[in-house]
């Protein structure tokens, strides 16, 4: 192994084991919805990441909803949110997930939200709950790595384009071609300098947002341009082809916090009642692999909500990724549905992935039953935009 390859493994080794990375979800629920088709019968697997579309996923009630990550500190993050939803009023709760920021978060948390925690949860909160005090950094939104990433963008925003205006008139434009012209004669010109491309190309800075070395590969290895064009091109989709009226994913990375009318589902207070009156019971959360979750608790499951993360397995881990393959084929229900992305155009390192079915090896492709045009027709309109590829896939035993 080359010298800088264990290096950057190591780095990304230590942001995702020592730290909160994901303060918030990157893959479009919305989106997810139309793929899963969920019913009261389904029990769905996802990886936990902040928790917010695990807490989409319930609202449309399915049985249950498995939170399973390998950071303990993003399951820790979504019983926070478990706890807020039973033992905070809205408005308490909105201030907290929604500004990013509460009043007295100390005293909330002691009184309020600490009790109903696991000892895990609660350790680690003990010793971050400030995250959401509002001091030194203004928002919990600019917390944990990759928080710590979108602070230093706003800043950048703030004290050398001086571009926050401009931020402004985008996020509030009553149209596209509004924010086309805004982007083309505003923005572009001071967000995509040849400092800014090469350090969009550091694997350091990528983990800080979560992109591990083999996923910036496989980006590369299908992109022309390499991982800044990708990131440019992908920018560039969402400010001038795509409404940025309900693109809560990018108003929270630019201003650190959501609004109302322009929010994840669960921080709506309609949906909050919803949640508070029993929903919030069907969700568990599992620090383990998901490979360790489905050998240990043998659930039966119908729904897969895989992420990313099999990109990261897609090179020197490629023994895991069969492991965890076989582990989804024996406990996968006959009508089981499976959604992943991918940072690269394709994913045929899961195809040529081999198990055991039926007392013989078998490729996984041959195992699914693809339904890329709905994946391709859903991918388009993805508000996150930062995935090259969307799968949605049927077991076909």
Not at 95 to 105: I, S, T
Not at 266 to 276: C, M
Not at 358 to 374: K, S, T
Request: proline share 4%; glycine share 6%.
């Amino acid at each position: 192994m080359k010298l800088n390859d264990w290096w950057q493994g190591r780095v990304f080794q230590f942001v995702h084991q020592h730290n909160l990375v994901y303060n918030t979800c990157w893959e479009d629920p919305r989106l997810d919805r139309m793929a899963l088709e969920l019913s009261p019968t389904d029990r769905v697997l996802v990886i936990t990441s902040a928790g917010c579309n695990a807490l989409d996923y319930v609202l449309q009630e399915p049985e249950h909803v498995f939170a399973v990550d390998l950071n303990p500190a993003q399951n820790s993050l979504l019983e926070l949110k478990l706890a807020a939803i039973r033992g905070l009023e809205y408005d308490d709760f909105f201030a907290m997930f929604g500004r990013g920021r509460v009043a007295n978060a100390r005293e909330l948390y002691a009184d309020k939200l600490r009790p109903s925690l696991s000892p895990g949860a609660s350790e680690y909160w003990d010793r971050h709950i400030d995250f959401f005090s509002g001091e030194r950094r203004r928002s919990f939104y600019f917390r944990g790595s990759s928080g710590w990433f979108a602070w230093l963008v706003n800043r950048y925003i703030d004290r050398v384009a001086r571009a926050r205006d401009s931020i402004e008139a985008i996020l509030h434009a009553g149209s596209i071609a509004e924010q086309q012209s805004i982007y083309e004669s505003r923005l572009r010109p001071i967000f995509w300098t040849r400092f800014i491309r090469w350090i969009l190309s550091r694997d350091t800075t990528l983990s800080l947002v979560g992109v591990p070395r083999p996923q910036r590969e496989q980006v590369e290895r299908h992109y022309s341009g390499g991982i800044a064009q990708f990131v440019e091109d992908s920018i560039e989709t969402v400010f001038t082809r795509l409404s940025l009226q309900d693109n809560y994913f990018w108003r929270v990375y630019l201003t650190g916090e959501y609004s109302p009318d322009c929010c994840p589902e669960y921080l709506r207070v309609e949906n909050f009642e919803r949640l508070r009156g029993g929903l919030v019971d069907r969700i568990s959360t599992h620090t383990a692999s998901v490979t360790q979750f489905l050998t240990e608790q043998s659930p039966a499951i119908s729904r897969f909500v895989l992420l990313d993360h099999m990109d990261w397995l897609s090179t020197s881990r490629q023994p895991l990724l069969a492991q965890e393959w076989q582990a989804i084929v024996d406990h996968a229900t006959p009508d089981a549905r499976l959604l992943w992305r991918s940072g690269g155009l394709q994913t045929d390192f899961v195809d040529r992935t081999r198990v055991q079915h039926n007392g013989r090896e078998r490729e996984v492709a041959e195992l699914l039953h693809y339904q890329r045009g709905l994946a391709d027709r859903l991918h388009a309109h993805d508000r996150v935009h930062t995935y090259g590829s969307f799968h949605i896939a049927h077991m076909a035993t």
